[in-house]
T-cell receptor
């Protein structure tokens, strides 16, 4: 596609439910990143994919968070047993490769856990 | 600890005026510094990327400067427009790959 596409744009869920957030990167981009942005805070790194592998998943806050990428393209971020502190905007970005290249961000998925 | 500090936290200016946003960092080793613009409810959009050897880079009315010795950067906006109202985020890369350190951003409001 022309840009990074994320879905859903908004998700309201009840505490304890599982949610899946999807990211469709720019075609041909091998690097894909997930970030979390809480109100008034900077972007928090979650996980990075190069192709289908995740060489750096150090930012995942707990074992309730997981992510996968298939076919070197679409990625899914899954949050199990959601908690209220998981409420945030989850941003996905892609780039052609790493090192000094521009990151292209999606519009984000706003998650609200009641 | 790698950190990126931005100031001011927020800023209100009149349309047509200039302004300068500051970014100080303690990230080491330094690879590059980026400025992003994030409109409300949107994803960040890149304005500039500067490496160690670059002191100034412009993108239209946006001019970024970098002093790698003092570990400071600034973003100067000339002849501000209402559409410049956004959050401006400074991002420093410690090394190629995933080590991007994000500042919390400066929220700019341009009023008529």
């Amino acid at each position: 596609g022309a840009g990074v596409s994320q879905s859903p744009s908004n998700k309201v869920t009840e505490k304890g439910k599982d949610v899946e957030l999807r990211c469709d990167p720019i075609s041909g981009h091998t690097a894909l990143y997930w970030y979390r942005q809480s109100l008034g805070q900077g972007l928090e790194f979650l996980i990075y994919f190069q192709g289908n592998s995740a060489p750096d998943k150090s930012g995942l806050p707990s074992d309730r968070f997981s992510a996968e990428r298939t076919g070197g393209s679409v990625s899914t971020l899954t949050i199990q047993r959601t908690q209220q502190e998981d409420s945030a905007v989850y941003l996905c970005a892609s780039s052609a490769w790493t090192s000094n290249v521009e990151l292209f961000f999606g519009e984000g998925s706003r998650l609200t856990v009641l | 600890k790698n950190q990126v500090e931005q100031s001011p936290q927020s800023l209100i200016i009149l349309e047509g005026k200039n302004c300068t946003l500051q970014c100080n960092y303690t990230v080491s080793p330094f690879s590059n510094l980026r400025w992003y613009k994030q409109d409300t409810g949107r994803g960040p959009v890149s304005l500039t990327i500067m490496t160690f050897s670059e002191n100034t880079k412009s993108n239209g009315r946006y001019t970024a400067t970098l002093d790698a010795d003092t570990k400071q950067s600034s973003l100067h906006i000339t002849a501000s427009q209402l559409s410049d109202s956004a959050s401006y985020i400074c991002v420093v890369s410690a090394q190629a790959g995933t080590a991007l350190i994000f500042g919390k951003g400066t929220t700019l409001s341009v009023s008529s």
